[in-house]
Structures are given as structure tokens and as C-alpha cells.
């Protein structure tokens, strides 16, 4: 009598740790769910000028590592549940993703990389047309030389390679512009020895390498999981899908955002929208592809909004410059200190912004390496 009262305790024992466990993922699901849905309606309350921001990018990213910490504790605390079939094919399918998702990491870093490149030019402009000192053909023979310089590099022409010819030069990094600037004899030896500066910048892909086809790829046979995968799984699978899909979507972002190469944009993303977060992530993906479509956009190397900035700088300024007679009147000095202005308010936006969005990009590869290897 004894042993048998002792079977139907154990057996009542494993009934009730099977139901409270069962009820902890419940819950862990459905709050994993309502911060997906709550995290993409925040990114989408933005109005058109925020959007593909430096700081939009960056909440972005935060997001994204949020959510890749929340799947990962969940993979934890259910780890025995996750090693078994079909959820060990399901884990195994979201970590190839994660795995193409390391080069667009480093592709977009290497980005980063050139609109810093693009920085230094700023800077020497602005140095050039400081209102501090006297402002005469040199100084705007100096600007012009910079600014054809930032043309040259922010083509994307796809068609004829020349993006590929010029995207490997950079500054060295020794002194600032503002030193080098200084230090410089007032004559047109400057144009060449400022080009002198630029040192060999080599990608972390391949030459053949394409963002869009990798992009691509991690879209790939992406679908929400059949009823009785959810039912196998104890619906483990449905974390796994939500999270395949922020990720496709937040890779797609940066390199609309940012310099790639081959970033071609037209990536369907077939989300249903039965999903609550399914409704937010759609609408971002059609207000950055109408983005794209502009007519100012569409040969456009990066969609953030500081690559738009300097864009608008760089033709105001040259606009300006062309028609400056020397010595400049007031009133042209005026002008030429509103422009410089503008162009200081995006110089002062990258160089606040794109450290911190590097240090991210580089934090988002490790968070996916972690999940990746499990630690």
C-alpha cells in the first residue's frame, strides 16, 4: 500500500512540474512576443526624418540584441526541450541564417568605415571655410578639391565599377585635418598632398561578394512553422520564426542604411500579418523602400539620413563657391558661414554617432556568435 501511495505521489509530482513548467513558457513566449510587437511599433512612431537615422539605426540595433539575449535565455531554460527533434532542425536552420548574417556585419562596418572617410573630407571643407580666417581663391581652391574628392567617393555606379575603383582610399589617422590643415603651405601643393593621406582600406568580403544575394540567402525558405511543429515543440518554434524575421529585417535596414556592396534593395520580406509585430515590420519595409524609390535616391550609396545631409551640403556649397568673387562682400560671407554651418550640424552628427553605431555592429556580431556557439 505504502509503495503504491508512493507511485501515485511521484506520478502527481511529475504532473505538477510538467504543468508548471509548461506554463512557464507560456509565458515566457507570449512575453517574448508582446516586447517583439512593442519594439517595432516604437521603431515605427518615428516620423520620415528620424527614420534610417544614425540614431534610429542604433535603437534598431539595441533591439535586435535585445531579442537575440531573450531567445537565447529562453534556449536555456529549456535547453533539454530545444535538443530534441524537430526543434534541433528548427535551432540548427536559425543559426545558418545567423551565421550569413556575420558578413553583412563585417561589410557594414567596413561602411562605417568610408563615411568616416567621408568625414575627414568635411573637415577639411570646413577648415577651409572657417569664417575665423580670411576666406580667399586658395581656401575655396582647397574646399573644391574636397569636395570633388567626396563626390568621387560616395558614386555608387554599379554599372561601370568606378564605387569599386575609389572605395579604398582612406585617411591615415596620425593628426587631424585640422593639424595637417595648419601645418600646410597656402598653394596648390595642398591638393596633392591631402590625396598623400589616404591610405589602403581592404573590405572584410571577398571582391565577388554581394549584400543583396546574402540578404537573400537568409530569407531563404523562410515561413512561419507548420501547426504540428508548434505542437512537437511545446511552440519553441514560433520564438525561432519571430526572431529569423526581426533578423532578416534588421540586416536589410543597415545595408539600406549604409555603403555595401551590391546592396540592391528589392528583398521581398513575406511576413503574414496575423503575427501582432508582423503589421510594424511591413510598414518600415514599404516607408524605406519608397525612400529608395525617390528620384534623389535611387543612385544613392547609403539611405541614412546623414549620407543625405552631406549630399545636400556638398551641392549647396558647390553651388556657392562657383559664383564667389574675391574679396567676398558681407553679404556673401554671410551666406558662405550659413553654409558651413549646415555642413558643421552633420559633420558634428557623424562624429558623435559613428563610433558608437561601429562599437554596435561589432557588439551584434558577438551576440550572434554567442547564441551561435551556445555560451
Known amino acids: 500500500m505504502s509503495a503504491t501511495m508512493d507511485h501515485v505521489m511521484s506520478l502527481r509530482g511529475n504532473q505538477v512540474h510538467s504543468v508548471v513548467e509548461g506554463s512557464s513558457l507560456e509565458i515566457e513566449l507570449e512575453t517574448f ?134 572605395r579604398n582610399r582612406s585617411f591615415g589617422r596620425n593628426t587631424t585635418i585640422k593639424d595637417q590643415y595648419q601645418n600646410l603651405n597656402h598653394n596648390n601643393n595642398y591638393q596633392h598632398r591631402s590625396v598623400g593621406h589616404f591610405r589602403s582600406l581592404s573590405w572584410s568580403v571577398s571582391r565577388n561578394w554581394s549584400a543583396a544575394k546574402q540578404l537573400q540567402a537568409i530569407g531563404n525558405s523562410l515561413c512561419p512553422p507548420k501547426s504540428n511543429d508548434l505542437v512537437a515543440t511545446c511552440g519553441l518554434a514560433m520564438p525561432v520564426y519571430t526572431m529569423s524575421s526581426v533578423l532578416l529585417f534588421v540586416m536589410w535596414a543597415l545595408v539600406a542604411a549604409i555603403p555595401c556592396q551590391d546592396r540592391r534593395l528589392s528583398l521581398h520580406i513575406l511576413i503574414p500579418r496575423q503575427f501582432p509585430w508582423s503589421a510594424p515590420l ?66 558634428e552628427a557623424l562624429k558623435d554617432g559613428l563610433d558608437p553605431l561601429e562599437r554596435q555592429v561589432r557588439e551584434v556580431f558577438h551576440v550572434i556568435v554567442r547564441g551561435r556557439v551556445g555560451t
Open 282 to 347: 511591413l510598414s518600415l519595409h514599404e516607408r524605406i523602400m519608397e525612400d529608395s524609390k525617390k528620384r534623389e535616391r535611387k543612385n544613392a550609396c547609403g539611405l541614412l539620413r546623414e549620407i543625405q545631409g552631406i549630399e545636400k551640403c556638398v551641392r549647396g556649397i558647390n553651388e556657392l563657391v562657383d559664383t564667389l568673387q574675391f574679396p567676398l562682400t558681407e553679404e556673401k560671407r554671410e551666406v558662405v558661414g550659413q553654409r558651413v554651418e549646415d555642413l558643421s550640424h552633420v559633420y
Open 33 to 166: 512576443q508582446r516586447q517583439v510587437t512593442l519594439r517595432f511599433l516604437e521603431l515605427a512612431a518615428v516620423g520620415n526624418d528620424d527614420l534610417l537615422s544614425l540614431s534610429w539605426i542604433r535603437k534598431l540595433l539595441d533591439f535586435f540584441i535585445l531579442c537575440q539575449d531573450e531567445l537565447r535565455l529562453i534556449f536555456f531554460n529549456h535547453r533539454a526541450q530545444v535538443m530534441k527533434p524537430p526543434m534541433d532542425r528548427i535551432v540548427s536552420d536559425f543559426f545558418e541564417r545567423c551565421v550569413k548574417a556575420l558578413d553583412l556585419c563585417n561589410a557594414v562596418r567596413d561602411g562605417i568605415e568610408h563615411i568616416k572617410q567621408w568625414q575627414r573630407l568635411l573637415e577639411i571643407v570646413l577648415c577651409a571655410l572657417d569664417q575665423k580666417n580670411i576666406i580667399g581663391e586658395g581656401q575655396c581652391r582647397r574646399a573644391k578639391k574636397a569636395l570633388s574628392d567626396l563626390a568621387n567617393c560616395m558614386v555608387d555606379d554599379k554599372e561601370s565599377g568606378a564605387y569599386m575603383a575609389l
